[in-house]
């Protein structure tokens, strides 16, 4: 998923250029996508070895999921209206 929305925010600096005004960057958006990516790859590999029940595994899942989901649809949408996201100075 990761990957995707980078590849779209990439897509939209081709069409529209890096900066939707007033302050939005869809290559830190790009970036910020893929690297959420890497995140959830480490740590389905380090899941294994956590020693979790099967509940509490399913549990964080859930949460990281929910939370992860949240986290692209905020940063990639804003961006694309125009807004930073995290560190806004637009009125």
């Known amino acids: ?8 925010c990439i897509g939209g600096v081709i069409t529209r250029g890096n900066l939707a005004p007033p302050e939005g960057s869809l290559i830190e958006t790009a970036t910020f996508n893929g690297s959420i990516g890497m995140f959830v790859l480490t740590l ?13 595994v399913a549990a964080g899942r859930v949460l990281m999921v929910g939370a992860i989901v949240y986290a692209y649809g905020i940063e990639t949408i804003q961006a694309f ?11």
């Open 1 to 8: 998923m990761g990957v995707t929305l980078g590849a779209l």
């Open 44 to 56: 389905a590999a380090l899941l294994p070895g956590v020693g979790w029940t099967r509940r509490g």
């Open 81 to 91: 209206r125009g807004l930073d996201p995290r560190f806004s100075r637009s009125p």
